[in-house]
Protein backbone atom coordinates (compact mmCIF):
# COMPACT_ATOMS: atom_id res chain seq x y z
CA UNK A 1 0.00 0.00 0.00
CA UNK A 2 1.11 2.88 -0.71
CA UNK A 3 1.97 6.43 1.26
CA UNK A 4 -0.81 9.09 1.85
CA UNK A 5 0.29 11.77 -0.69
CA UNK A 6 1.92 14.85 0.11
CA UNK A 7 1.65 16.91 -2.75
CA UNK A 8 -1.97 18.45 -3.41
CA UNK A 9 -2.41 19.91 -7.08
CA UNK A 10 -4.92 22.05 -8.54
CA UNK A 11 -7.40 20.81 -10.95
CA UNK A 12 -5.37 22.86 -13.95
CA UNK A 13 -2.35 21.50 -12.98
CA UNK A 14 -3.56 17.83 -13.24
CA UNK A 15 -5.16 19.02 -16.59
CA UNK A 16 -1.33 20.13 -17.64
CA UNK A 17 -0.25 16.60 -15.87
CA UNK A 18 -2.41 14.31 -18.04
CA UNK A 19 -1.57 16.64 -21.33
CA UNK A 20 1.95 16.05 -20.51
CA UNK A 21 1.59 12.68 -19.71
CA UNK A 22 -0.70 12.03 -22.88
CA UNK A 23 1.37 14.03 -25.43
CA UNK A 24 -2.13 16.68 -26.22
CA UNK A 25 -2.00 20.35 -26.08
CA UNK A 26 -3.49 21.61 -22.25
CA UNK A 27 -6.27 23.46 -23.94
CA UNK A 28 -7.76 19.66 -25.15
CA UNK A 29 -7.80 18.12 -21.88
CA UNK A 30 -10.87 18.11 -19.86
CA UNK A 31 -12.72 15.91 -17.31
CA UNK A 32 -14.81 14.69 -20.04
CA UNK A 33 -12.05 14.08 -22.86
CA UNK A 34 -12.77 9.80 -23.68
CA UNK A 35 -9.77 7.65 -23.33
CA UNK A 36 -10.92 6.44 -26.57
CA UNK A 37 -10.03 9.83 -28.60
CA UNK A 38 -6.60 9.96 -26.71
CA UNK A 39 -4.07 8.16 -29.16
CA UNK A 40 -1.89 7.93 -26.50
CA UNK A 41 -3.86 6.43 -23.99
CA UNK A 42 -2.73 2.74 -24.88
CA UNK A 43 -1.00 0.11 -22.72
CA UNK A 44 2.29 2.27 -23.00
CA UNK A 45 0.27 5.53 -21.84
CA UNK A 46 -1.43 3.64 -19.53
CA UNK A 47 1.97 2.85 -17.86
CA UNK A 48 3.60 6.15 -18.26
CA UNK A 49 0.15 7.42 -16.10
CA UNK A 50 1.16 4.83 -13.42
CA UNK A 51 4.74 5.80 -12.83
CA UNK A 52 3.78 9.34 -12.89
CA UNK A 53 1.60 9.29 -10.26
CA UNK A 54 3.79 7.01 -8.33
CA UNK A 55 6.66 9.63 -8.93
CA UNK A 56 4.59 12.36 -8.63
CA UNK A 57 2.52 11.59 -5.59
CA UNK A 58 3.34 8.47 -4.54
CA UNK A 59 0.30 6.52 -5.03
CA UNK A 60 -0.07 3.43 -6.57
CA UNK A 61 -2.55 3.03 -9.83
CA UNK A 62 -3.15 -0.52 -10.37
CA UNK A 63 -3.37 -2.10 -13.95
CA UNK A 64 -6.81 -3.28 -12.76
CA UNK A 65 -8.33 0.20 -11.97
CA UNK A 66 -6.46 1.77 -14.68
CA UNK A 67 -8.23 -0.24 -17.17
CA UNK A 68 -11.63 0.95 -15.68
CA UNK A 69 -10.71 4.39 -16.38
CA UNK A 70 -12.80 5.93 -19.58
CA UNK A 71 -12.15 9.32 -19.09
CA UNK A 72 -9.98 12.00 -18.01
CA UNK A 73 -12.74 12.82 -15.32
CA UNK A 74 -11.88 9.16 -13.80
CA UNK A 75 -8.16 10.18 -13.34
CA UNK A 76 -9.37 13.18 -11.39
CA UNK A 77 -11.66 11.34 -9.42
CA UNK A 78 -8.99 8.88 -8.59
CA UNK A 79 -6.55 11.62 -7.86
CA UNK A 80 -8.90 13.51 -5.63
CA UNK A 81 -9.90 10.01 -3.90
CA UNK A 82 -6.07 9.56 -2.90
CA UNK A 83 -6.00 13.11 -1.24
CA UNK A 84 -3.98 14.54 -4.47
CA UNK A 85 -6.35 17.06 -6.27
CA UNK A 86 -6.80 20.09 -3.82
CA UNK A 87 -10.34 21.43 -3.50
CA UNK A 88 -9.37 25.34 -3.56
CA UNK A 89 -8.17 25.71 -6.79
Known amino acids: MSEPAKTQVS ?3 A ?3 LADCFNLPVEDVHADLQRDAIDDWD ?3 AL ?3 AELDERF ?3 LTAEVSRE ?3 IGDVLAFLK ?3 V ?3 NA
Do not use: F, K, N, Q
Open 58 to 60: GIE
Open 43 to 45: SMG
Open 81 to 83: VHG
Open 11 to 13: VSD
Open 15 to 17: LAM
Open 85 to 87: LSE
Open 48 to 50: MLM
Open 69 to 71: MTR
